[in-house]
């Protein structure tokens, strides 16, 4: 995949998210407080939940305060993208980012 596309692909819901959560007032999850601490634990995540329940505005909210990158895979303009591709993600990560915790 070019490079250059995915950089802009970042950039672009790098953007989008800033621009919610400062125009947007979210609510706050019921269950944020009790994850917290799992959140600081070097183990995997994952969160699961049908389709639509605010899987994503709690992982948003859960790690708020931390350095993390992050990339919609839904964005059409990946769709070309391989496995190849993943070291690409994670540079384009850092010249977006900078020096990040989390994925």
């Known amino acids: 995949m070019n490079k250059v596309i995915l950089q802009q692909v970042v950039i672009d819901q790098k953007g989008e998210l800033d621009y919610l959560y400062k125009r947007d007032k979210i609510v706050e999850r019921t ?10 634990s070097e183990i995997i995540k994952v969160i ?21 990158a992050y990339l919609n895979f839904d964005d059409e303009r990946l769709f ?10 994670i540079e384009v990560f850092f010249e977006v980012y900078g020096d990040f915790q989390y994925i």
Not at 31 to 40: C, D, R, T
Not at 50 to 64: E, M, N, P, Y
Request: hydrophobic share 35%; charged share 20%; with cysteine.
């Open 80 to 89: 070309s993208l391989e496995t190849e591709d993943l070291n690409t993600i």
């Open 31 to 40: 269950l944020l407080h009790a994850y917290q601490k799992q959140a600081n």
């Open 48 to 68: 699961t939940g049908i389709r639509r329940c605010g899987k994503s505005v709690f992982a948003h909210q859960l790690f708020q305060n931390k350095h993390v």
